[in-house]
């Protein structure tokens, strides 16, 4: 998972120039999605596409609501939406448009716009809603809130979605806004077990792991003690040095607890109410956007404190990533190459070069109307918002499994069964 901006906050709004745009789209497809860092030579489409051209055609504001498992989900829609005849604007996290000017001026020319993703981005919120509300094109939003690796299982979508979508739908006369599901999923064309292995050899090496005698035979044994000991590590250095010690516990259940633990205290230090109902991630979630909140204020000053707080809200969030099996439950080569990236993302805190070629599915769902979401709850926009973002989640995550139920690429096999 790459490291957060705590730069104080710039918006930047959309200024789209139709030049650049084609121009982008056109570069997109012959040039960024073959490159090293997507290697995606094949895409399909599939799903309600008619659906979504009479929705289209009746003039429905259309607000895309994607999963968000790759570095590569931009760059794939872009060229779904240019196979539509779409055109589409993105709300993108701020630390993207700060890595240089040019990308700043890029991003803004090819019609995106930028938001805080850990706090109640008023302007962000309010172009967004301008856009639905004009209707010249639509609106792309990664509900996840960040990239988490893991395209078989969708991480639970923010609420700030719908809030947008049920807004822009209250502004509204006659014109309707849908909002469009769409489940990406990447699977590869080529069994890269060589490629891996190269990357856990410079890792293992890099972070000082010794792998056993005998343990390249077992390639999710040795992936799994990789991946334990760079956590271990990352712990040590944040001086835990006694939470990974054996205590007859799995090693999940010990994760679980550390990471728990780490965020009750959280909480308690900046006086939140510790809901334990919603769950880790979402506790997270509200600890990371108070710490960025009292970082980013304009009166604020860096102390040693904020800059610990949110170290550890990031070591919560990395940790909260291995608390499930999720390669070990289906050892496909998909999960396999996409669990050595994270695992290398988090030790080096940058997106890394893809190890082969894959194909990108987009499956786009049937449209969700607001209005009648809105309708259906008396029009309150506290209760229609959670069921919209339940209703999102759960069509996205249904159209994963249906990819994965028929995918026949080599991505889907077992590793073992790989050679």
Excluded at 181 to 192: F, G
Excluded at 233 to 259: C, N, P, R, W
Excluded at 376 to 382: I, L, N, P
Aim: proline share 5%; net charge neutral.
């Amino acid at each position: 998972m790459l490291e957060f901006s705590d730069a104080a906050y710039r918006f930047f709004p959309a200024e789209p120039s139709h030049f650049l745009i084609r121009t982008g789209r056109a570069l997109n497809r012959y040039v960024v999605l073959p490159g090293k860092n997507h290697r995606i030579p094949e895409i399909r489409v599939e799903g309600e596409t008619e659906a979504l051209r009479e929705a289209r055609a009746r003039g429905d504001r259309l607000l895309y609501v994607i999963n968000h498992p790759s570095h590569s989900d931009p760059q794939v829609i872009t060229e779904v939406h240019r196979r539509l005849g779409q055109a589409s604007s993105f709300m993108a996290a701020y630390d993207v448009f700060l890595r240089s000017r040019f990308t700043a001026w890029t991003m803004q020319k090819l019609g995106h716009f930028s938001v805080d993703r850990d706090s109640g981005d008023r302007r962000a919120m309010a172009a967004a809603i301008e856009i639905l509300g004009r209707g010249e094109s639509a609106l792309n939003i990664f509900p996840e809130g960040n990239v988490y690796l893991t395209n078989d299982r969708v991480t639970p979508f923010l609420d700030g979605t719908a809030f947008i979508a049920v807004k822009a739908q209250q502004g509204l006369d006659e014109a309707r806004v849908q909002i469009v599901p769409v489940s990406l999923k990447y699977t590869h064309l080529t069994a890269p077990r060589e490629a891996v292995t190269r990357r856990m050899i410079r890792l293992a090496a890099d972070s000082g792991h010794t792998f056993p005698p005998g343990s390249t035979g077992d390639p999710l044994a040795s992936m799994l003690g990789l991946g334990l000991h760079i956590l271990r590590t990352f712990l040590q250095t944040h001086g835990y040095e006694t939470e990974m010690a054996d205590s007859g516990k799995s090693v999940h259940e010990i994760l679980g607890s550390f990471a728990g633990g780490l965020v009750t205290g959280l909480e308690e230090e900046l006086g939140l109410v510790s809901a334990t109902e919603v769950g880790l991630v979402d506790r997270i979630r509200k600890v990371r956007s108070t710490i960025h909140q009292v970082r980013t204020a304009p009166e604020a000053k860096e102390t040693q404190q904020t800059d610990a707080l949110a170290r550890r809200a990031i070591l919560a969030l990395r940790v909260h990533g291995y608390l499930t099996p999720y390669l070990t439950e289906k050892p496909t080569i998909d999960r396999y190459e996409e669990t050595a990236e994270r695992i290398a993302e988090d030790f080096y805190s940058q997106a890394m070069p893809r190890t082969g070629p894959r194909r990108a599915i987009a499956r786009i769902h049937a449209p969700i109307a607001v209005r009648s979401a809105l309708e259906a709850v008396g029009g309150k926009t506290r209760d229609a918002v959670p069921s919209l973002t339940r209703a999102m989640e759960n069509a996205v995550q249904a159209g994963v499994d249906e990819i994965n139920r028929r995918n026949d690429a080599p991505g889907a096999r077992f590793v073992e069964e790989a050679g």
